[in-house]
């Protein structure tokens, strides 16, 4: 995931007759400036205080720079990290950082008016941005700002923490300076689609730009290489790049040139999917779930969603960049083989785009070309067999019909396509992604809808259920059944473990109830179909890390359940 800091650019202004009256009247404010120290954690812990030495610096994962703050409540501590402040009275300040994890809380205290804190319950496995403001006191020259999180709950990790206003006098971090040009630009790994680019890491740098043929088509965090993928076969290609940081943007390295190799026949068809099918994302990242290789993953698993494609600069185009140092130097080799052997033991390993901070649109054709011919060099370079549709902002039926139409001509019959909606994505056949699936009813394999942090929804009786109940699985899954999807195209998604999401998380036993429901029609709730579905596809689970977490209980419960329906 490509997490970047704010540019510090130079702009152009122009002032009205009465701003530039105010200046001259000398009643222009001050601007606001970053009275906290160290919010980036790049100094590790300095400024900082957390209880019980719950608190520490980590280098992954980062949402920006190379630093972030990892705690983990333990006991009665939910792991209270603070710094004091020095603030102005009777000012307004804003106090906001990036989060991961259940249940973190930012806040103020002593603020001398009323103190303030916000929390959310659950950032899945992206960032998630939290902020307040609050008033300083006529006598308040000191604030107390925190973050904590909660008893009994997993690790939280917290970045880029900020407290926005005027400047109280206690000093700021200082700015850092213009990086200079990465040197030592080199290509290697050469493949038809794909090229490997490395440098050398500048110091100073909070991420690099990528140029290829002068045009900027990628950004870089947490390293010095990265892979350039959807290029032509048998084409040299000029690359260049750059390092920024809060200062800005600095010079362009030397160009280098890298030369793809000629037509690859690619990975081969992809396993065929069995009729009642168990699937599983695996985390490229570590979020206080259990760190797996793929060859970790249990053989329950029929499907396995690698979550998740990065965004590039070119709209609609995604790329993947495994992170090996938050992984426990799991290698591009190693995942490849791993992939292959999945594969050869008849599992589909497939590349999950989007996730709760996907940041992928496709809104026009052009857009969809670039999905199309970017999954399809993914597919070849990692073996991939197909791609899991998991945008949480929306998309456009019409041109995501088309980009998965483009790569199903590309790969043929075997590609797997999967999609995880949200439950208000599937509550009527006129929604983006409802209307999608039915777009690609003869290629899609399963639509996994999420049927946790949801709240209450409409059944296809029309009745409201809440989450957490055999009812609300079957009552929804009943909409896409009687809406015109396959039953070999429906499965239940939910959460591993009560840690896998913020709410809905129901035990194994629900699980297998609902199925039993659908397909045979026992085992149902206050709801019961008026009909059953034994072809229904099977289930899924946030996440395989999850589930390991804690000792597999799902899949092991689930997995046979789904491998036995009739």
């Not at 900027?216 to 390293?223: D, L, N």
Request: some cysteine; charged content about 10%; proline content about 5%.
């Amino acid at each position: 995931m490509n997490r970047i800091r704010s540019l510090a650019l130079p702009i152009a202004v122009t002032l009205t007759a009465g701003a530039l009256s105010a200046l001259a009247a000398g009643t222009a404010q001050a601007a606001d400036v970053n009275v906290a120290r160290n919010g980036g954690f790049e100094s590790g812990l300095a400024n900082w205080s957390c209880t019980g030495g719950t608190g520490a610096s980590v280098s992954s994962p980062v949402y920006a720079g190379s630093g972030a703050l990892k705690a983990t409540p333990a006991g009665q501590d939910n792991a209270r990290c603070s710094q004091t402040v020095t603030v102005k009275p009777n000012s307004t300040y804003t106090l906001s950082t990036q989060v991961q994890g259940s249940y973190v809380y930012l806040g103020a205290t002593g603020t001398g008016t009323q103190d303030v804190s916000t929390w959310t319950p659950g950032s899945g496995a992206g960032w998630q941005k939290l902020s307040t403001t609050f008033t300083t006191g006529p006598n308040t020259t000191q604030v107390t700002v925190y973050t904590h999180g909660w008893y009994g709950q997993p690790a939280y990790v917290v970045d880029e923490f900020s407290v926005f206003g005027p400047d109280g006098g206690g000093g700021t971090d200082p700015g850092p300076s213009v990086p200079g040009a990465p040197a030592g630009a080199a290509v290697s790994g050469q493949s038809a689609n794909a090229l490997t680019l490395s440098w050398n890491a500048v110091g100073s740098a909070t991420g690099y730009h990528v140029y290829q043929d002068g045009v900027r088509v990628k950004t870089v965090t947490g390293g010095a290489s990265t892979q350039i993928t959807g290029l032509t076969a048998s084409t040299s290609y000029s690359f260049q790049v750059s390092a920024y940081n809060a200062a800005g943007e600095g010079p362009k390295s030397a160009p280098v040139t890298g030369t793809t190799t000629g037509t690859d026949p690619g990975p081969g068809p992809g396993p065929a999917v069995p009729k009642h099918a168990l699937t599983g994302y695996w985390q490229n990242f570590d979020n206080g779930a259990t760190v797996q290789k793929i060859s970790d993953v249990s053989a329950q698993y029929d499907i396995i969603a690698v979550s998740f494609a990065d965004a590039t600069t070119t709209p609609g185009a995604i790329t993947f960049n495994l992170d090996s140092a938050g992984l426990g130097g799991y290698t591009v080799a190693q995942f490849k083989a791993d992939i292959a052997a999945k594969k050869a033991a008849g599992k589909s390993v497939i590349l999950s785009i989007g996730g709760e901070k996907g940041t992928i649109s496709v809104n026009d054709s052009a857009s969809a070309n670039n999905l199309a011919n970017s999954a399809y060099a993914l597919m070849q370079e990692y073996g991939f067999t197909g791609i899991d549709i998991d945008l949480e902002n929306g998309l456009n039926p019409t041109y995501m019909t088309q980009a998965l139409r483009s790569l199903s001509s590309k790969v043929g019959s075997s590609l797997v396509i999967t999609m995880a909606p949200q439950t208000i994505d599937m509550q009527s056949t006129q929604g983006g992604y409802f209307k999608t699936a039915l777009n690609i009813k003869d290629i899609l394999t399963v639509v996994n809808m999420q049927y946790y942090n949801s709240g209450s929804m409409n059944g296809c009786d029309g009745k409201v259920y809440s989450q957490g109940s055999v009812d609300f699985l079957t009552a929804l899954a009943c909409i896409q059944l009687e809406g015109g999807l396959d039953p070999s195209q429906v499965g239940i998604g939910v959460p591993a473990s009560p840690s896998g999401a913020g709410s809905g998380y129901v035990s194994p036993t629900i699980v297998g109830n609902a199925l039993d429901c659908l397909t045979r029609g026992t085992s149902c709730g206050s709801f019961k179909p008026s009909k059953t579905y034994p072809g229904l596809r099977g289930a899924m689970t946030w996440s395989t890390n999850w589930d390991a977490k804690a000792g597999s209980a799902w899949s092991n419960s689930v997995g046979p359940k789904v491998h036995g329906l009739p």
